[in-house]
């Protein structure tokens, strides 16, 4: 079994084209679907089948006044976005075309008093926007505009019992919210926070008979964990842990190779999130013909280097 | 108008006499739409008319309803959700119908975080006087998928702010008679035993914490949250684990039941790298030689025994066994 970039390809492209009511119901996250699809393409190194000047000028149109971007026209600007905009701009190596003050201004505007971060003006409040907030600002060279010292510590009172994080704390510890905690301190230069051997050891449990990866203990496991668990385990030097090839092959058992793309588990409907999951989880175990990816940025790895040098 | 359109006839917006004076704006894809995207009629209308309405920013009973058509068909869409809050913060709407409204949207929705936050903002305008809806909420939630994470985190923010620790161990007792594998329940059990007034803390609850994690690994001794939670309770002073008689009883016992028992292993495992000696008897009891084997020896067996057992994991059981070099003996 071999991954089939060439039907993934295009299943990607085809979602431009779909006039469906699933495409409908996510119309408001556009902005997230269009960084999975063009950071798999760019991993799968097709990037260049899709039309730059259009995705870029529809982009911006996204942008609001507060610096903030929306997942599409329309909506209003939430953080999640933010963090998708700049990521493709910085795929595009276009991040002159934001106005980084701006952007920087309105994730600081989201900092609470106990260093956590809100989506949006509503308030709430969860480590993933933590991540986004540190990513994002880290990307934009703008990280003095938040207290880092603040933030760290409000992700470190997530830690559990476990040696894991959850959304806040006290919340249980989930694979997603580890890797956006793990992320965030790594780019605060804060990883010490980490007991690496046990949330390693969690991370790594996380490998069920199939040799795929679930997000918690005794649940299912799901393609996207492949990305989760495995970039964590990556960031804490600890990645040899699990069976690299039995999730190798779990994830391209998870292939339509018909119609192209990727899907949680076997045989269950494909969508552009576990497409992306699923590329990127190879990539990070070396699948050859795929452009490596930053396990801390989720950007290809030439993009990130390019922009830290 | 209802959000429960299934037995209903929809009745198209531009028909109905009170949107008659609403000029409808279609969706405005850019200049060169790079998602170009055919919509149902239905859904097409209700946001042309949404668009319309937000346009003008009308803040009124129809505009509300409206909203609930827009959520009904997309949950999902966030931005929805944010100006059905303007509008019921304007004019100052029933928020006990809109915990209704989200009571009737969150079974088929649970997942939802819009639904979830919108149901937060909700709870912290009404008060204190809505904790029990709000438990008896989440419960209902629970009740239908065990490990639901937004359901957990409001019933954490729940106890948090709003109170009703007392019945929160019962509660969680009963959820792991279901399930006892449940980990999102042991790990609400450790919320409560840190957090809860009413308990006083780890130390407190440390013995009677343990008594009820040992039975349970007892009753079903491949639960990996139940061990964890073993392990756990001795977070702030691992050394204490290898002068506790109980977690060495049941690390034995559960070992001499099953000796390829991975949970078991690695506990015996963490009790030798922190000096526990086995005494002859319980040696024979779990199939080691007895005679003449080190503590590092003894934890080399249980490492290879585990590589063997665990075997996905083997490469993390060789990095135990490589560590068992450095430690002093």
């Not at chain 1, 260049?48 to 911006?60: F, G, N, P, Q, T």
């Not at chain 2, 909420?137 to 109170?163: C, M, P």
Request: hydrophobic share 40%.
């Amino acid at each position: 079994m071999e991954l089939r970039v060439d039907k993934h390809v295009e299943f990607i492209k085809s979602l431009e084209k779909k006039k469906d009511f699933d495409s409908m119901v996510m119309e408001h996250l556009r902005m997230n679907g269009a960084y999975w699809g063009l950071t798999a393409l760019d991993l799968m190194e097709c990037r260049e089948d899709v039309d730059d000047a259009k995705v870029i000028s529809w982009l911006l149109q996204c942008k609001h006044d507060c610096g903030g971007f929306s997942g599409n026209i329309g909506h209003d600007p939430h953080i999640l976005y933010t963090l998708s905009a700049v990521q493709i701009l910085a795929i595009y190596d276009r991040m002159e075309l934001l106005d980084s003050d701006k952007v920087a201004s309105y994730i600081a505007s989201l900092q609470q008093e106990d260093g956590s971060f809100a989506g949006d003006q509503w308030g709430e409040i969860d480590t993933r926007f933590s991540y986004i907030a540190l990513c994002c600002l880290s990307l934009l060279k703008r990280l003095d505009v938040i207290n880092v010292e603040k933030a760290v510590d409000y992700i470190a009172s997530c830690k559990n019992f476990d040696g894991g994080f959850g959304s806040i704390p006290g919340g249980e510890s989930h694979a997603g919210q580890i890797f956006c905690c793990v992320s965030a301190l790594a780019i605060a230069g804060a990883l010490h926070h980490i007991d690496k051997d046990l949330l390693g050891w969690w991370l790594c449990e996380r490998q069920v008979k199939s040799g795929g990866l679930n997000g918690r203990p005794e649940k299912q496991p799901d393609v996207c964990y492949s990305w989760w668990v495995l970039s964590s385990l990556v960031t804490l030097d600890r990645v040899d842990w699990i069976d690299k090839e039995k999730l190798k092959t779990f994830i391209l058992d998870c292939q339509d190779t018909e119609e192209g793309g990727i899907s949680d588990r076997p045989n269950d409907a494909v969508d552009v999130f576990h497409t992306f999951f699923g590329v990127a989880g190879l990539s990070l175990l070396d699948y050859p013909g795929l452009k490596r990816i930053d396990a801390v940025y989720a950007l290809p790895v030439d993009v990130v280097k390019r922009i830290f040098g | 108008m209802s959000s429960d359109d299934d037995e209903e006839v929809w009745i198209p917006l531009r028909e109905r006499e009170e949107w008659k004076d609403v000029e409808p704006i279609p969706q405005d894809d850019g200049p060169n739409p790079v998602v170009p995207i055919a919509y149902t009629s239905q859904f097409r209308e209700v946001m042309d008319y949404f668009r319309a309405v937000v346009a003008r920013d009308e803040r009124s009973a129809r505009a509300l309803n409206l909203t609930g058509e827009v959520i009904a068909l997309n949950p999902g869409n966030y931005t929805v959700w944010h100006f059905r809050r303007l509008v019921l913060e304007s004019i100052e709407g029933d928020l006990d119908k809109e915990m209704d409204f989200i009571e009737n949207m969150a079974e088929d929705n649970a997942k939802n975080y819009q639904i979830w936050h919108h149901r937060r903002w909700l709870a912290e305008k009404r008060g204190p006087a809505c904790m029990n809806a709000e438990l008896e909420f989440t419960a209902n939630i629970l009740s239908e998928d065990g490990k639901n994470y937004h359901a957990w985190s409001h019933r954490q923010w729940v106890l948090e702010k709003l109170g009703g620790w007392e019945k929160e161990l019962e509660f969680l007792v009963q959820m792991l008679q279901e399930d006892v594998y449940n980990n999102s329940v042991w790990n609400q059990r450790f919320f409560v035993i840190t957090n809860s007034p009413a308990i006083g803390g780890l130390v407190a609850a440390k013995d009677s914490e343990l008594k009820f994690c040992c039975d349970a690994i007892r009753f079903a001794p491949d639960n990996e949250s139940a061990w964890r939670y073993l392990g756990g309770l001795f977070k702030d002073d691992k050394s204490a684990l290898v002068r506790s008689p109980e977690v060495i009883r049941v690390c034995i016992e559960e070992l001499a039941k099953d000796k390829i028992s991975v949970h078991a292993l690695n506990f015996l495992l963490d009790l030798l790298c922190r000096g526990y000696r086995p005494t002859a008897d319980d040696c024979r009891l779990l199939d080691f030689p007895s005679e003449g084997l080190s503590p590092e020896q003894l934890a080399r067996q249980v490492c290879e025994r585990l590589e063997v057992a665990d075997s996905m994991r083997r490469n993390y059981w060789a990095w135990r066994k490589s560590l068992l070099k450095k430690a002093n003996s």
